[in-house]
Structures are given as C-alpha cells and as structure tokens.
C-alpha cells in the first residue's frame, strides 16, 4: 500500500501501522516468550501485567483508527522483528536463569525504548494533523509504555542485575 510518502497524513498512517503491527506481535509471541523465559516471579509478573496492557493497546489503536477514519491494517516492522529476535536469542542461549533475565529486561527495555519514541512521534503528529482524541489516546499508551519501561529498569537495578552478576563471573 505504501511506496512513495507524500504528506504527513501518509506518514502518520505508515507509523500508526508500525505501531499496530508492532503491538500484535508483542501480544500474540514476543511477550509470552519472554513470560515463559523469564526466571523471577517479579519479572514475571511484570511482563504478565505488560501483556494485559498491550492487549489495551491493539484496542486503543483500532479506536484511534477509527477516530482518523482509517481502516485498522499493519504494516510488518523490521526494527521490532530485530528487537523480538534478540529476546529469543536471549531465552535460547542463556542457560544461566539470573543471567537470562538480566538480558530479558534490556530487550524488554529496547522495546519499550522504541514504542516510547513511536507513541511519541504518534501523539505530536496526530495533534498537529487535528486529530485530539486520537492524539489523547497515543498518549495514554505512551504513559503507559513509561511506566513498564521504568518498572523494568527498577527490577534490573534492584535485583536482576545484582542476581545476575553475583551468580555469574566473567571467564
């Protein structure tokens, strides 16, 4: 559908399906790989409650759709399939459990660094393009995704991180 963008409507759309196609895979593997990989309960628990939240996030994509009167479609995103295969690479070739979450939660972390900067981007254009409501929306999942990403951080500053290093030395 997309060749050649021409204005910042197309742009915005293009971005808008990044993010949709972004969030549905997080919901429908990237994030219950990381549950089933992950070794604490804590990490579990907040990539569980993450996954609830992504759910919201694919709904209030199609409501953002709709208010910009666009027909909900994804568009397939090289940055996240790179991000998604590091966390894979992560859970297969870690043994070392405490070692494994500290590597989950930096991939949790590059990706909520990137949907930080997407759902920004989203949220500044969608306002400028006259689209408020959607724009409140891109907002409030921009919240959101600083929240989780801050979560992350703290369990790998006060545990993982500690865990990880004290269970394994270098060599």
Do not use: C
């Given at each position: 559908?997309?060749?050649?963008?021409?204005?910042?409507?197309e742009l915005f759309e293009l971005e808008l399906r990044y993010a949709y196609d972004c969030e549905?895979?997080?919901?429908e593997k990237g994030l219950p790989s990381m549950i089933e990989a992950a070794?604490?309960?804590?990490?579990?628990?907040?990539?569980?409650?993450?996954?609830?939240?992504?759910k919201?996030?694919?709904r209030r994509l199609e409501t953002v759709f709709s208010a910009c009167q666009l027909t909900p479609d994804t568009k397939s995103n090289s940055i996240l399939a790179e991000i998604m295969?590091?966390?894979?690479?992560?859970?297969?070739?870690?043994?070392?459990?405490?070692?494994?979450?500290?590597?989950?939660?930096?991939?949790?972390?590059m990706v909520e660094h990137y949907e930080i900067a997407l759902y920004g981007?989203?949220?500044?254009?969608?306002?400028?393009?006259?689209?408020?409501?959607?724009?409140?929306?891109?907002?409030?999942?921009?919240?959101?995704?600083?929240?989780?990403d801050a979560k992350l951080t703290e369990l790998a500053n006060t545990s993982a991180n500690r865990r990880a290093a004290r269970s394994h030395t270098a060599g």
């Open positions: 559908m997309f060749g050649t963008v021409k204005n910042m409507n549905q895979k997080l919901v070794q604490s309960p804590e990490l579990r628990s907040a990539l569980q409650q993450h996954l609830q939240e992504t919201g996030h694919v295969s590091a966390a894979k690479d992560s859970a297969a070739n870690i043994p070392a459990r405490e070692l494994r979450d500290a590597a989950l939660i930096a991939n949790g972390n981007t989203l949220g500044a254009w969608a306002r400028q393009l006259g689209y408020d409501n959607a724009a409140a929306q891109l907002e409030q999942t921009l919240d959101e995704e600083k929240a989780a």
